[in-house]
Nanobody, 125 residues
Framework: QVQLGESGGGLVQAGGSLRLSCAAS????????MGWFRQAPGKEREFVAA????????YYADSVKGRFTISRDNAKNTVYLQMNSLKPEDTAVYYC??????????????????WGQGTQVTVSS
């Protein structure tokens, strides 16, 4: 059974940092683009960041550029999201995502084959 398991969420004050991890199991994603999306209460799920299978191409939503960094360790089948300078508007459930067709740009548009279960990030003001 293929699973994406997120961890690292929690409560942090504005200006603080968190590092999310997404560990994949059941198959290797070393050849697949992976990324992060988030969904705040009452809002639609939105793209946050994506990384190509090699790590050579990175994509970010304008709202997180310069504050968030996506990375991956293919040997561990894991993708990370380092979140710095957090703001209250970053509060959301964060979801890990994977695309099997190899196109990172498609992942940024929401073409996702696997979703994680989500991890809550709450930023207090």
């Amino acid at each position: 059974q293929v699973q994406l398991g997120e961890s690292g969420g929690g409560l942090v004050q504005a200006g603080g940092s968190l590092r999310l991890s997404c560990a994949a199991s059941g198959r290797t994603f070393s050849n697949s683009p992976m990324g992060w999306f988030r969904q705040a209460p009452g809002k639609e799920r939105e793209f946050v960041a994506a990384i190509s299978w090699s790590g050579g191409s990175l994509y970010y939503a304008d709202s997180v550029k310069g504050r968030f960094t996506i990375s991956r360790d293919n040997a561990k089948n894991t993708v990370y999201l380092q979140m710095n300078s957090l703001k209250p508007e970053d509060t959301a459930v964060y979801y890990c995502a994977a695309n099997l067709n190899g196109r990172t740009a498609a992942l940024t548009r929401g073409e996702v084959d696997y979703w994680g279960q989500g991890t809550q990030v709450t930023v207090s003001s």
